[in-house]
């Protein structure tokens, strides 16, 4: 498999090859994310074409990523879904679909399995843009927080500290939720 830094040479030159495999290698990824984030297929769909094109763009005009390829394309593809919700109100964010349902589960189970489901989803909704990428880069992409802080171009301290203020969010609107439910 070809490194990232010599895929970016090569794109840097417009070889059809590598401008496919790194299409082929992060499409996916970003379309998960972009899904997790929007709650909307075919946004996620945009945010993919979208990423892909400014990176395009960028190379182009002598910009773009030096090194770090996947860090800056899913900070491009943070910077498009960070638009689209200046656009457009907050959606519900689903969860990964593993989640969703369980045929092991009895009525019951499964009825608390989705109200905790839907509790989640609230409680993500109502966190910010940048804590609500965190947590979903770090407990659902698995991504480091090294790897994290060069998708957002953030010092190592300030996205452990968002992941700290994300999760007390989290705990903060899950209690309150949870005693509705009570």
Same mark, same amino acid.
């Given at each position: 498999?070809? #490194? ?5 040479e090569?794109a840097?030159r ?15 990824g ?15 769909e945009e ?5 892909? #094109? ?5 190379? #182009? ?5 030096r090194?770090y390829?996947?860090? !800056?394309? !899913? ?10 919700y200046r ?8 969860l990964?679909?593993?989640?969703h #349902? ?6 019951d ?9 839907? /509790?989640?989803?609230?409680? +993500?909704?109502?966190?910010?843009p940048?804590?609500?990428?965190v947590?979903? +880069?770090? !407990? ?8 994290i ?8 301290g300030a996205?452990? /500290?968002?992941?700290?203020? /994300?999760?007390? /969010? +989290?705990?903060?609107?899950l ?7 009570k």
């Amino acid at each position: 498999m070809t #490194s990232d830094d010599d895929l970016l040479e090569l794109a840097r030159r417009f070889e059809e090859q590598a401008l496919a495999e790194i299409y082929d290698r992060y499409n996916q990824g970003i379309y998960r994310y972009a899904c997790r984030l929007l709650g909307n297929t075919d946004l996620a769909e945009e945010c993919v074409s979208e990423t892909f #094109s400014r990176m395009l763009i960028a190379l #182009s005009q002598g910009k773009g990523p030096r090194k770090y390829l996947q860090a !800056y394309l !899913y900070r491009v593809a943070h910077n498009w879904i960070t638009d689209q919700y200046r656009r457009e109100p907050q959606p519900t964010l689903p969860l990964k679909t593993e989640f969703h #349902s369980n045929p092991g589960l009895g009525p019951d189970e499964a009825l608390t399995a989705a109200n905790e489901q839907q /509790a989640v989803r609230a409680a +993500l909704a109502k966190l910010t843009p940048d804590q609500r990428q965190v947590i979903v +880069l770090k !407990y659902i992409e698995g991504w480091r927080n090294r790897e994290i802080a060069q998708a957002l171009e953030k010092p190592m301290g300030a996205v452990k /500290a968002l992941k700290h203020r /994300a999760v007390n /969010a +989290l705990r903060r609107h899950l209690d309150v939720d949870d005693e509705v439910l009570k």
